[in-house]
């Protein structure tokens, strides 16, 4: 058997890796726009801030890929694809499969605003990005979007020693992830980290003659060098469009659970499809490394003949401000928004938590402070636990002794400290 | 759930042919180390106890199991696993009060009884009825009545 | 196959599997550094151990950010590549059973190795709450009890 892999991001590693656990026969290979090999995106802000070196973020080597006997087209990008002749174009050669997995990953958006194509606009999406940032040098930086990926980028270029502004368009950083207490608990201690956070604020351009020197937004005018866009991502569905395959309301590829796309013999995974949320039910995007690799699992199991099931998306973010843990799991009050919510929350000097619970079950939960316990609530989201069941087994001494580890959710579940 | 495997460890022989017929049936194997029901054996008693689920009302393992893999159906009562969703973590076999819920390593998964998706084979094939698939007021009907004869004889 | 199984009935909380792990494995004397941690549940009188359970599918090795999780090939032992974690964390919340620990020390999640095939935990444990065996023989043996239980009762009920 023949698969072919586009991408060789986490989700298109993930494949063949697992391809190769099943079958050592069968013949994968891997296509990729990019000619470098498999890197970690969520290690690239520890590089940004001089944690880690930028050698450490790339997981595998060529001999790696030999040695799981991966052929690989990398720098190569592919042209087409023929789904009715099995058949893909990359270059000018032609490549026929048996199984074909998509796993083409997304793209951070620069919008066309004035100004953007500036020298010193910048985004954080892979390691070559990281390296153009540095070579910059950049001292005064705005980051446009307070998402997860905002929030680290600003934290680490504090650590380099710049003075970081953080932007963002919503009433609140993070907005889904976190619900608006938390949020400010967290903004707080950025600002406390010395990095100037403004919330509600759209940006309008940029400016500069060949420079970036100065960002608008309809407020007021920032002195920088640097723009970094944190500001949400494309998924890269052309290529799947052009072949003819689905695509969802949400801009990406449209799956089962098993990973497979419409056509037959043609599987997606990674940032680049949308999948049911593990509590909706309802199509979400999962822009999450786990995801990824979750959803890789289960699309070369299922194109192996093996049998396969996504259990869906559900969001684990976490971010360690100033060395203080912050999780968001699962959806927060916007995401849940239509749905009764009961609000279980507990603000003490150290800790923060809320738990969102709809119908009895848990929906969602965000805690500043500690990660003790989350463990166990990021069980019962996605298993669907009821809460009343969890209160009854918690109380039990036969159940509590063979799942004491769930002890450590108590807190949260009975909203005491 | 009216109907349920009711074990008479009285006429169990220990012949292990439920355990063989398991296996088989369930690994296309004669394996009674991977069988789900399996005969405790007490030889010096002469006594025999086949153990199998037990089906129970809040079942250990269902709490237990992380991944959501074990479900209890409200509507017929079975236990069940779902072995795509197994992650492999033996909470199950540590939960289980009776044993039943075993590991397979070769797989890495849990395994427990299924009832054979409705005619478990284990009783099909037990030959001393010590095995029987009934409704559950039947089978403490005939228990009643045992009961009632011993004290009608000894008395 | 052997895992650690747990006894908790048999454990009386005193804490020297993790004294114990914290020397072997990160060369300090106190629980913090532990790998085996024991939950104490106050109200029911309960002290029990808990530890990476090597799961075959483990939840932690989807979410590490820096693939450095992976089962041993040979032994089935769910081990990581510690030098190349950069301690983000993640593995901490998909792990149900809290077993990957934060090591201070160093920033970096570790979990049990089993130290090998022979954990010293369950060497020095005094109580005889930790057993290291055969995953199937720990079900062999709790239904051994549960149908000696049932002899006893049937015994009970018919002959008197």
């Known amino acids: 058997m023949r698969v072919l892999i586009i991408g060789n991001g986490a989700a298109g590693n993930q494949a063949a890796a697992c391809i190769r656990k099943h079958s050592s026969e069968c013949e994968i290979v891997m296509f990729a726009r990019e000619s470098f090999p498999e890197y970690s995106a969520c290690a690239l802000p520890d590089v940004l801030a001089g944690w880690i070196p930028l050698d450490k973020t790339f997981l595998k080597t060529s001999l790696d890929y030999e040695q799981l006997q991966i052929k690989t087209c990398f720098g190569q990008e592919v042209n087409n694809v023929d789904i009715n002749k099995q058949c893909l174009e990359a270059g000018d050669k032609k490549y026929y499969y048996d199984r074909l997995i998509m796993a083409t990953g997304s793209q951070p958006i620069i919008p066309k605003i004035d100004g953007s194509q500036l020298n010193g606009n910048f985004v954080v999406k892979t390691p070559q990005d990281i390296e153009r940032i540095i070579d910059h040098k950049p001292t005064r930086a705005v980051i446009v979007g307070a998402g997860n990926i905002g929030v680290e980028t600003a934290s680490a270029l504090r650590n380099r020693g710049c003075i970081v502004y953080l932007i963002e368009m919503q009433d609140r950083i993070m907005p889904l992830l976190y619900d608006k207490k938390p949020a400010d608990i967290i903004q707080t201690m950025l600002e406390q980290e010395d990095i100037r956070v403004?919330?509600?604020?759209?940006?309008?351009?940029?400016?500069?003659?060949?420079?970036?020197?100065?960002?608008l937004t309809d407020q007021q005018e920032i002195e920088c060098d640097t723009v970094i866009w944190a500001a949400g991502v494309r998924q890269n569905v052309e290529l799947a469009r052009k072949a003819g395959l689905k695509i969802g309301g949400l801009g990406g590829i449209e799956v089962n659970k098993y990973m497979q796309c419409s056509e037959p013999g043609v599987f997606a995974c990674g940032d680049c499809v949308q999948s049911p949320h593990v509590y909706t039910g309802k199509p979400s995007l999962s822009l999450l490394w786990s995801s990824a690799k979750r959803q890789a699992d289960v699309a070369a199991a299922n194109?192996?003949?093996?049998?396969?099931?996504?259990?869906?998306?559900?969001?684990?973010?976490?971010?360690?401000?100033?060395?203080?843990?912050?999780?968001?799991?699962?959806?927060?009050?916007?995401?849940?928004?239509?749905?009764?919510?009961?609000?279980?929350?507990?603000?003490?000097e150290d800790l923060y938590y809320r738990l969102l619970a709809v119908d009895d079950r848990v929906a969602g939960f965000?805690?500043?402070?500690?990660?003790?316990?989350?463990?166990?609530?990021?069980?019962?989201?996605?298993?669907?636990?009821?809460?009343?069941?969890?209160?009854?087994?918690?109380h039990n001494k036969g159940s509590i002794s063979t799942m004491a580890w769930y002890m450590d959710s108590s807190r949260y579940i009975f909203g005491e400290y | 759930m009216d109907k349920l495997i009711f074990v008479d460890y009285q006429k169990c022989v220990g012949c292990a042919t439920c355990e063989m017929v398991?296996?088989?049936?369930?690994?296309?194997?004669?394996?009674?180390?991977?069988?789900?029901?399996?005969?405790?054996?007490?030889?010096?008693?002469?006594?025999?106890?086949?153990?199998?689920?037990?089906?129970?009302?809040?079942?250990?393992?269902?709490?237990?199991?992380?991944?959501?893999?074990?479900?209890?159906?409200?509507?017929?009562?079975?236990?069940l696993i779902n072995p795509v969703l197994c992650i492999g973590c033996r909470q199950c076999v540590q939960a289980c009060p009776f044993g039943h819920?075993?590991?397979?390593?070769?797989?890495?998964?849990?395994?427990?009884c299924d009832l054979c998706g409705g005619s478990p084979q284990c009783v099909e094939f037990c030959w001393t009825e010590a095995l029987q698939y009934v409704p559950l007021e039947r089978a403490l009907g005939e228990k009643r009545e045992a009961v009632g004869r011993n004290i009608l004889q000894s008395s | 196959m052997k895992r650690i199984v747990v006894n908790t009935e048999a454990c009386d909380g005193c804490g020297i599997c993790q004294l114990v792990c914290s020397a072997y494995k990160a060369g300090q004397w106190h629980p913090a550094f532990a790998r085996i941690k024991i939950k104490q549940l106050q109200e029911f009188g309960l002290n029990v151990p808990v530890v990476c359970m090597h799961c075959t599918y483990p939840p932690c090795e989807i979410f590490c950010v820096m693939n450095l999780i992976y089962k041993d090939p040979?032994?089935?032992?769910?081990?990581?590549?510690?030098?190349?974690?950069?301690?983000?964390?993640?593995?901490?919340?998909?792990?149900?059973?809290?077993?990957?620990?934060?090591?201070?020390?160093?920033?970096?999640?570790?979990?049990?190795?089993?130290?090998?095939?022979?954990?010293?935990?369950?060497?020095?444990?005094?109580?005889?709450?930790?057993?290291?065996?055969?995953?199937?023989?720990?079900?062999?043996?709790?239904?051994?009890?549960?149908?000696?239980?049932?002899?006893?009762?049937?015994s009970r009920g018919f002959s008197e």
């Open chain 1, 366 to 394: 965000q805690c500043v402070g500690s990660l003790e316990g989350t463990g166990s609530i990021f069980t019962m989201i996605k298993k669907g636990t009821p809460l009343s069941e969890a209160r009854k087994l918690l």
């Open chain 2, 101 to 112: 819920a075993n590991f397979n390593f070769a797989r890495g998964t849990a395994f427990k």
């Open chain 1, 198 to 215: 403004f919330t509600g604020e759209r940006v309008t351009g940029v400016a500069g003659e060949q420079q970036v020197e100065r960002l």
């Open chain 2, 22 to 79: 398991c296996s088989l049936v369930h690994e296309d194997i004669c394996s009674p180390a991977l069988s789900r029901i399996r005969v405790v054996r007490y030889p010096t008693e002469a006594s025999n106890v086949p153990i199998t689920c037990a089906f129970c009302e809040s079942p250990p393992c269902v709490s237990v199991c992380p991944s959501g893999a074990i479900t209890k159906n409200a509507d017929s009562g079975d236990v």
């Open chain 3, 74 to 154: 040979d032994t089935a032992y769910t081990l990581r590549n510690v030098e190349r974690c950069i301690g983000c964390r993640a593995c901490e919340i998909a792990c149900p059973f809290s077993a990957a620990v934060w090591d201070p020390l160093n920033e970096v999640v570790v979990n049990c190795d089993l130290c090998g095939g022979t954990p010293e935990c369950v060497n020095h444990c005094p109580t005889g709450a930790l057993i290291f065996m055969d995953i199937s023989e720990a079900a062999d043996k709790k239904r051994r009890e549960a149908a000696g239980l049932r002899i006893l009762e049937a």
């Open chain 1, 303 to 348: 194109c192996m003949g093996k049998l396969d099931e996504y259990e869906g998306n559900c969001s684990v973010v976490i971010e360690e401000i100033m060395g203080i843990p912050c999780v968001a799991i699962g959806l927060n009050l916007h995401g849940l928004a239509g749905y009764e919510t009961e609000v279980i929350e507990h603000e003490s």
